[in-house]
Each structure stands twice: as C-alpha cells, then as structure tokens.
C-alpha cells in the first residue's frame, strides 16, 4: 500500500537552531513529493517540492528539503528556527502513476519552537 | 490574487441529514480536489474534478459526490450524515489534474463540519 510516515508526532526546536522534520514514504515508482504548513484553524500552505533533478529543494520562508531515493525519504530543513515557525507540518507524496492526481499524506508533526 | 476560498467556514448538522460545501479555485486553475482532514490526522482524497469530470475518486462511500461547474468552482455533497463526517473538508486547486502535472495544489482555508 502506498503511504507516507512522519514518525515524529512532535518536534521541539530552541530558536536559532537548525530544525528537521523527517519524513518517509513507500509509493512505488518515482514520486512527486511536497511538503505543507498547516496553522491553527487554517488550510495547508504549500511550502516547496520535488519534482526531478537536484536532490536538494528550497521552498518559502527559508525552508528546504532533502530527497533520498535510497531510502525513500524527503526530510524538511531549516538552519534556523524562528518562533513563527511553530506550526504542524505535512508531507505529501504524489505517485505518477495513480489515479487523478491525489495527495497522499503523512499524518503531521506539531513543530514548536521556543524563543 | 484571490486564493481559493471555501464556504460555508463552519456548520453544523444532525445526523441523517445533507450537506453542500462550496468550493471556488484561484483564477485560472481547472483542477479541484476534495480532502477530509480529521482531527489529529493528515488530509485524506476523496475527489479531483477537471474541467468537469471526476478525475480521481478516494475510499469514500457513495454517500459523498461532488460536482464541478463551467466556471470550475464545485460542491461537495454528503447525504446520510453520521457522527463520523465530522472534520475538516479542504478543497484544494491547481493549474491541471494530471498524474504527469508539476504543479502544486493551493489549499483553502476549510469548511468545519460537525454533525451532533
């Protein structure tokens, strides 16, 4: 079955600090692969992607992603936190192969970063 | 730009009965998809729509349909509600519906549902 793991539920993050929040998926062929942010009552605003080529992506707000075909993970960066980056975050993997272009999501981690 | 944008932002309903979301996409965009986000859970597909059409269709029973109109806004449908229904329902838009499209979806802000 096609899925996506976050296996923190939680990350805690001093400001400053560099954070990651890791995800893995398991989806056969070569995935897109997207990460959001959600905030509190909000929808998910799209934060970066990876479609092909460097394995290394930026996205908004400072952000950055690692894509590891290996072992099928694509783990969210940021050298440097900031208290507003406090939100809950999600992975999402989208297989070429499937029908209508679905998302296929990871079930969050709550980032929270202390000033 | 307007981004996508959704209503009603809340409602509630009894069990057993019907519910309509609207669903409007950033202008331009052909594509919407239909997402239920449980509480504490990732958002799960139940529909994308282009250019009119169910594209993609989530393990969701019959009791959910959704429609897409010539101006691309849609409405998602849920008759029979149950306790169960009870989440967040986020539409999402993007600028094609293809497995092959290189394009992100853009997300609304939601329509809570909560059936008592």
């Known amino acids: 079955a096609q899925s996506v793991a976050q296996p923190e539920d939680q990350v805690n993050v001093a400001e400053g600090n560099p954070l990651t929040v890791k995800c893995t998926y398991s989806?056969?062929?070569?995935?897109?692969l997207f990460w959001y942010v959600q905030y509190p009552n909000r929808g998910l605003q799209f934060l970066l992607k990876?479609?092909?080529?460097?394995?290394l992506v930026k996205g908004s707000y400072g952000f950055e992603a690692e894509f590891n075909k290996s072992q099928t993970s694509f783990h969210l960066k940021k050298p440097s936190a900031l208290v507003s980056d406090s939100a809950l975050y999600f992975c999402?993997?989208?297989?070429?192969?499937?029908?209508?272009?679905?998302?296929?999501f990871g079930q969050g981690t709550e980032l929270s970063v202390k000033p | 730009d307007a981004g996508v944008t959704q209503s009603p932002t809340h409602l509630i309903k009894t069990r057993g009965q019907q519910v309509t979301l609207r669903c409007s996409p950033i202008?331009?965009?052909?594509?919407v998809s239909w997402y239920q986000q449980v509480l504490g859970q990732g958002p799960q597909f139940i529909f994308q729509?282009?250019?009119?059409?169910?594209?993609g269709r989530g393990n969701f029973p019959d009791r959910f349909s959704a429609r897409q109109f010539p101006n691309y806004s849609s409405e998602l449908n849920v008759n029979a509600l149950l306790l169960g229904d009870s989440a967040l329902y986020l539409c999402?838009?993007?600028?094609?519906?293809?497995?092959?499209?290189?394009?992100?979806?853009?997300f609304g802000p939601g329509t809570r549902l909560t059936v008592t």
């Open positions: 999402a838009s993007s600028k094609d519906r293809g497995p092959q499209s290189l394009y992100e979806q853009y």
């Open positions: 989806v056969s062929g070569n995935p897109y």
């Open positions: 990876y479609i092909t080529g460097d394995n």
């Open positions: 999402a993997v989208r297989p070429i192969y499937n029908q209508g272009g679905k998302l296929i």
């Open positions: 202008s331009g965009h052909k594509s």
């Open positions: 729509y282009y250019e009119k059409e169910e594209r």
